[in-house]
T-cell receptor, first 112, second 116 residues
Framework: SQQGEEDPQALSIQEGENATMNCSYK?????LQWYRQNSGRGLVHLIL?????REKHSGRLRVTLDTSKKSSSLLITASRAADTASYFC????????????FGAGTQVVVTP | DGGITQSPKYLFRKEGQNVTLSCEQN?????MYWYRQDPGQGLRLIYY???????QKGDIAEGYSVSREKKESFPLTVTSAQKNPTAFYLC???????????????FGAGSRLTVL
């Protein structure tokens, strides 16, 4: 069963707009990670947020974590056409060795 | 440049045949993983290995086999017992930071297997 579930499944925006996607999970986590996948390619790690953190920034990315609601959000500000990709959240639970459980992803399309 | 190399990128197989997907890394990572991705879905863990000569089943290991004879290599064999093998296969590696749980994965470019 999938630990993380992203919402929405797909998102279409114009360049310059912000893109927000959410991830909900079921069991207690050690950390939550966001990855990006361009079509037909491998995943690339974007950012990691630990369970005792509430917000992290990396360039145009902002990630929040609410452990009471078991949810996280990824915000991409001032989106560009090159941000077109699928975005996945992955959780590392407290009772696993360090294995990541991935959600189904949010497909983001940024049009010029 | 350090990274993970998967080969072949595309592979076609007839039903009943075994195929082996190659995964090599030069990152000096301890842990390696195989994931399967189906269209529009997330990644599901097939097998993982924390150290040479040791590996564990993931969530969907049936019909697959692996070996870890060298730190750099983690080949995956898709056997004829795998009922629906057509998928995109991704290999990944990480520094084993089990104590901190901060396993950040580095992925290869993937291998797309199609069964005819």
């Amino acid at each position: 069963s999938q630990q993380g579930e992203e919402d929405p499944q797909a998102l279409s925006i114009q360049e310059g707009e912000n893109a927000t996607m959410n991830c909900s999970y079921k069991t207690s986590i050690n950390n939550l990670q966001w990855y990006r996948q361009n079509s037909g390619r491998g995943l690339v790690h974007l950012i990691l947020i630990r369970s005792n953190e509430r917000e992290k920034h990396s360039g145009r990315l902002r990630v929040t974590l609410d452990t009471s609601k078991k949810s996280s959000s990824l915000l991409i500000t001032a989106s560009r056409a090159a941000d077109t990709a699928s975005y996945f959240c992955a959780t590392v639970t407290t009772d696993s060795w360090g294995k990541l459980q991935f959600g189904a992803g949010t497909q983001v399309v940024v049009t010029p | 440049d350090g990274g993970i190399t998967q080969s072949p990128k595309y592979l076609f197989r007839k039903e009943g045949q075994n195929v082996t997907l190659s995964c090599e890394q030069n990152l000096n990572h301890d842990a390696m993983y195989w994931y399967r991705q189906d269209p529009g879905q997330g990644l599901r863990l097939i097998y993982y290995s924390q150290i040479v000569n040791d590996f564990q089943k993931g969530d969907i290991a049936e019909g697959y086999s692996v070996s870890r004879e060298k730190k750099e290599s983690f080949p995956l064999t898709v056997t004829s017992a795998q009922k629906n093998p057509t998928a995109f296969y991704l290999c990944a590696s990480s520094i084993d930071r089990a104590a901190s749980g901060a396993n950040v994965l580095t992925f290869g470019a993937g291998s797309r297997l199609t069964v005819l």
